[in-house]
């Protein structure tokens, strides 16, 4: 059976064919690539038929197209429905489909932006409906385009608190133009779910989060298709369908099983079979919505604000007022915050551009998430919160570099410097977190002009940035207008005489400059480095500094795992020149509350400490 | 005003006087530091000074006491408040409040267990009442006596998912010795909350989640009072008493006023007499109820399972068995899962003990948070999920070392090596992540006898340690019953003439030998050294290494960031003996799906990547 373009509106047996036609291509590509997920693909697949058959507006041809619905897999591992449908969309062949889960193939074991069709990569449950929200809030308040976002949820993760901060942000913000659709197969990875087939007990949780339940029969097609039917003429609420799905329908034996999470099946000839064997239906998607003008972002001169050498302010001052200088140039930045903003300093460009400044409340997973979904439709977000808040959010981090996304991350009150407000407010492993994710870039400036200029660099940095910042105020030490590149650092202080380099980042900076006025007046000429750029570290500068002083001193606000001083060791770890000798300074004790300054000699991370290690380290020298 | 132990039940009257003492002691305690939250101490006074008064059961002159109630601010920057009562409770002096976030004070910024009437440690907001839920679990299910648990919730932190978590936890769970008090002062850190003063809109949710909900007037002792009465008759259902309040109740200028989050009151003088001065009340605290006999952990032989040598076997499958046994031998022992027991094999444990086995659905805060709990009234938790998911909980683990919480993390699927799934579910950064808590152990195992081992030696290991394992089978190289150190490592291939020197963990470890094998064929003899101590890594071994064979070559199924390279390099920070050349394998690109076989190689970290390094480390000796 075909359907051709003429036909605007399968019929309902048409799309009974289509459910078991994509139920047909998840149990074939899973057997052929001998692992997958078919039977969390088959209990879907007659909520996807009705879906792509008769609401999804998508030009497949033009995967960019700017009006295009949206389409998440939050169960990211029902990929072989998803295969399943782009094929029969005629967007993907029937060979390609048979390449999942191969070496070199677009369809990969969890949907990734890979395949142009993908806006975001999940697999890590709870987090395609905080990413959905994230594009239904772009469409409603920046795009402004009447564009719908679809997202395909599984039952077990309705477990994870990031679906209820999303089911809160999306519930409040009234976005109509979003629908989840939950599969509610009973079966989870391990066993049955919490609630089961309680379907009752799912609605009261998200009617009493403002959202409007439609619950299904997600196995009748003509009740699918009145529920999306509902779902697409509610105004002023998501919606959510809460289909009563079998886990495997469609074969005997395998329906509604336990034990049979993430296999093929057994006897895939004998499933097709039973489902009818192969079928090739092509289904015309329905064309976008045109209303509505795209989005042109506006730009003009950026115009930093400046500082004069010798005034004190917090970096985090100078990262609040430089974003907002930003949001003045650049049409396309956009702001979120964690309710923070007074702390962050994100509050200045909420004051200048509310229209784009997004209050996350006290919800960091579904801040980053919100994140990746504005810049899946080309918006350039920076989110800030303290740096250690950061950690509440990392697996969202993670999965937005396997997103591909262009994220620009702000933490504030880093390390012990803080002082008196103690260790659960001090991020003292955010360089170690930030570090370990694929492709970033990680900054750490010590004054406020070198602040501003690594704000402007981050906005057109591709991959997860993050700028690290300081709660207190420090002296600005560079004069205004000076360039500070991403993988550069900047040498403080520097003889043809050094006989050691230390090198520091942030508030240690300044701490390092007073340890060679102590150096120097001890007769011993040590060399400082301003390693802002912690990833990618200035390798260069580093092997310089090695081979002329031949002692480096490392002397960091954090942990010492994972932070500036792996990063400088990491210079020496590609098979070249050794190392010299080296001493890490870090946080080594856990802190309590004091005054900064305190804090900064009972961790032994200031001045004296350094110029002591440096005396140590180069032999003695001088008084100990 | 004195309450003696003869007046049991303090009258109306004595509590209002008792808010207000609470409300005097924060306001002066934060005006001493300089620093501190009085105004959200103050909105919740009068709630505790009725819990304090007639409600908790405690004796505060034995916090260890198993019958002692459980109180957690979960709204930790209220910690004046906290303070404020246990001076009223005659657990502390007024000099002592006067030291409030002075170096050395026992009284932080925000309370951690070096205070022995605080069990866990508080700050970051969204935890208390998700460890409050892991206490109430331990009272009911472990435990099994009748003490309470009683948490103070600030309105802001209802926006964290992981509350959520907790309250789906907790209800379905029907902990009905548990009570929640949020104190609903509707301004946030930044500004006014989502809902404000909606209590209503709270308690939707929160009843739809299965709590019993009370609406009060948390300025009204005599509504407190009957809130609290309500809760306690409670049966079947955990509760929350949701009080509407006023931030800063009871200082005119300073009541329910934006901006003034976090800081001390501008004229404490005023403000105390405005309270109507000091008082020096002290309240005879409820003694415990003692129905119930406390828990005696038996424990007999440990008899681990054992593997012959040549056997391929999964480590988590290992892990899982051992864990099991452990369980035999041990009473303590517990186990949580996010729903993935049959991946990580705690599903062995929950056949044999399913009465220690707690499944937390994939909730993976909640767990982190349970298991804290229950650590924290002595049982010896381990918890486990994939090694990618442990970034969900984060900021939970970052916090349970605050707590100085003993807690035995399991991270299965670590690394490429888990074939087609892809990069959603593959952990890359587990190593980083572990290595940069503080007091952390790291343990990467590389064969099931030495998985089972290092099984047994966490469980009487102090702080967070950190079990990496790996999905597919791995070839049996140790003979049953051999001794595995924490700190240690083996030596696998060793002469005297060694060139180079592969440190190597878990799956590469079978690369290694791999990979020294061909090195020898070419008439390289190399080290191998197995480091399934990432943390602490075995320092005098490689340093040994290092000084012997001249040449380091580090290979990890990991991001380069954080991992074993780094944990080697670390050796020579301490200003000792610099490095010898030094080459670290790791995954550089952003894998996809493929067989794990193809996943090693395609990453540079299979056999022939690492003799490939290794020759060209030692300067091109052999065929390159």
Tied chains: 1, 2.
Excluded at 68 to 96: C, Q, W
Excluded at 189 to 197: A, F, S, V, Y
Excluded at 545 to 564: F, I, K, M, N, Y
């Amino acid at each position: 059976m075909a359907v051709t373009k003429a036909q605007t509106r399968p019929s309902l047996d048409q799309m009974v064919e289509l459910g078991q036609q994509l139920r047909v291509d998840a149990v074939r590509c899973s057997a052929a690539a001998g692992s997958g997920h078919p039977t969390s693909s088959m209990s879907a697949a007659d909520l996807m038929a009705v879906l792509l058959a008769r609401y999804l507006r998508y030009d497949v041809t033009d995967p960019d197209d700017p009006y295009n619905d949206h389409l998440v897999f939050s169960k990211g591992h029902a990929s072989p429905l998803l295969y399943a449908m782009l094929r029969a969309a005629g967007a993907i062949s029937t060979e390609e489909l048979m390449t999942y889960r191969r070496l070199g193939s677009r369809l990969e074991g969890h949907p990734t932006p890979r395949l142009p069709w993908v806006d975001v990569a999940t697999g890590s449950l709870g987090q395609g409906l905080p990413l959905s929200v994230g594009m239904a809030l772009t469409g409603a308040q920046l795009d402004r385009l009447p564009y719908r976002t679809w997202v395909l949820c599984g039952d077990s993760e309705l477990a994870e608190g990031s679906m209820w901060e999303a089911f809160e942000h999306a519930g409040v913000a009234g976005l109509d133009h979003l629908t989840a659709i939950v599969d509610v197969n009973r079966l989870g990875q391990r066993g049955p779910t919490r609630h089961q087939w309680d379907l009752d007990a799912y609605a009261r949780r998200m009617a009493a989060f403002g959202w409007r339940v439609i619950e299904v029969d997600g196995h009748d097609i003509a009740d699918i298709d009145r529920a999306f039917a509902q779902a697409v003429s509610t105004s002023g609420r998501p919606q959510v369908i809460l289909a009563r799905t079998r886990k495997g329908q469609g074969v005997a034996g395998v329906e509604d099983q336990e034990g049979l999470h993430g296999k093929p099946l057994s006897d895939p000839d004998e499933a097709v079979r039973q489902l009818g064997g192969v079928r090739d239906m092509t289904v015309p998607v329905q064309t976008p919505d045109r209303a509505g003008t795209p989005h042109r972002f506006p730009s003009g001169p950026l115009t930093l604000p400046t500082y004069q050498v010798g005034e004190k302010e917090a970096t985090r001052t100078a990262f609040g007022r430089a974003l907002a200088a930003l949001g003045d140039a650049r049409g396309d930045v956009v702001v979120l915050d964690g309710e923070v903003a007074d702390s962050t300093r994100t509050e200045f460009f909420a004051g200048t551009h509310p229209d784009r400044f997004f209050e996350c409340y006290i919800a960091e997973q579904q801040m980053v998430a919100a994140a990746v979904g504005m810049q899946a439709r080309g918006w350039a977000p920076f989110a800030a919160t303290f740096a250690a808040f950061w950690t509440r959010a990392f697996d969202f981090v993670r999965m937005a570099a396997i997103s591909r996304a262009n994220l620009r991350l702000c933490g504030s009150h880093a390390g012990v410097s803080i002082g008196q407000d103690g260790p659960s407010q001090m991020g003292l492993e955010d360089l170690a977190v930030f570090r370990a994710v694929h492709g970033s870039t990680v900054l750490y400036p010590c004054d406020a002009n070198q602040t501003a200029a690594l704000v402007a660099a981050m906005a057109d940095q591709a991959g997860i940035s993050y700028l690290r910042t300081t709660r207190g105020g420090t002296p600005v030490i560079y004069p205004p207008g000076e360039r500070f590149p991403i993988g550069g650092s900047r040498t403080l202080r520097h003889s043809t005489g050094d006989r050691v380099t230390i090198l520091a980042a942030g508030v240690t900076v300044h701490q390092a400059i007073a340890a060679a006025d102590r150096l120097a007046a001890d007769g011993i000429p040590a060399r400082v480095i301003d390693a802002y750029s912690v990833k990618p570290i200035d390798a260069d500068a580093v092997r310089t500094a090695a081979r002329e002083t031949g002692h480096l001193v490392t002397v960091e606000d954090h942990w010492p795992e994972g932070g500036l001083g792996d990063a400088v060791l990491d210079v020496f770890a590609d098979g070249g020149e050794p190392s010299p000798r080296v001493r890490k300074l870090a946080v080594r004790e856990m802190p309590a509350s004091a005054t900064p300054d305190e804090q900064l000699r009972a961790a032994g991370i200031d001045a004296d400490a350094i110029a002591d290690a440096a005396r140590a380290l180069i032999g003695g020298t001088g008084p100990a």
